[in-house]
């Protein structure tokens, strides 16, 4: 595609309900990264894969918090159980290689969670 | 404490006009350095990127400069547009060894409102 989409663009789910989050990296693209952005706080990494290695979980805020990669292309970030400090903007991020740390990351529109 | 800070939180200047906007990071080491521009409702998009030894990068109207022995960088938006209304973010990229994720720090941006 011709650049990172995300779906849905808004969800409103209740408190306690799971919720899944789609996204559709850049074709070609192996790193994927999910972030979450709060209000008034800056971009905060959840969730890395490169290639077929182990994904790097290190930012997932609590085990509620999973994320798959199918085929190494659409990722999908699951939240369970889901509390209203969950209630944010999910973005989700590709580029052509993690292994550089100069490659530019193309963000998607993201997903704007609301848990009431 | 916010290993990315940036200043001013807000700011608003007249069409045509010039501004500054600042970052002062805390990260060491670091690999490079980024300006994304995030317009509301949509994912960051990158504007310059500077690795350490660079001091000064152009995009357009657009220029970034970077002093690594005090640890600030900063945007200078010139000739300002209606179009550049939006949050302008700092990013900083550790320099991580042996293959580690290529993590970002985000600061929490600079919200700029351009008035005609």
Redesign the interface.
């Known amino acids: 595609g011709a650049g ?1 989409s995300q779906s849905p663009s808004n969800k409103v789910t209740e408190k306690g309900k799971d919720v899944e989050l789609r996204c559709d990296p850049i074709s070609g693209h192996t ?1 994927l990264y999910w ?1 979450r952005q709060s209000l ?6 959840l969730i ?1 894969f ?1 290639g077929n290695s182990a994904p ?1 979980k ?2 997932l805020p609590s085990d509620r918090f999973s994320a798959e990669r199918t085929g190494g292309s659409v990722s999908t970030l699951t939240i369970q159980r889901t509390q209203q400090e969950d209630s944010a903007v999910y ?1 989700c ?1 590709s580029s052509s290689s ?8 193309f ?4 997903t704007r969670l609301t848990v009431l | 404490k916010n290993q990315v800070e940036q200043s001013p939180q807000s700011l608003i200047i007249l069409e045509g006009k010039n501004c500054t906007l600042q970052c002062n990071y805390t990260v060491s080491p670091f690999s490079n350095l980024r300006w994304y521009k995030q317009d509301t409702g949509r994912g960051p998009v990158s504007l310059t990127i500077m690795t350490f030894s660079e001091n000064t990068k152009s995009n357009g109207r657009y220029t970034a400069t970077l002093d690594a022995d005090t640890k600030q960088s900063s945007l200078h938006i010139t000739a300002s547009q209606l179009s550049d209304s939006a949050s302008y973010i700092c990013v900083v990229s550790p320099r991580y060894y042996g293959g580690a994720t290529n993590k970002l720090i985000f600061g929490t941006g600079t919200l700029l409102a351009v008035q005609p």
Request: no cysteine; aromatic share 18%.
């Open positions: 990172v790193a972030y008034g706080q800056g971009l905060e990494f890395y490169q790097d290190s930012g973005l991020a993690g292994t550089s740390s100069y490659n530019e990351q963000f998607g529109p993201g």
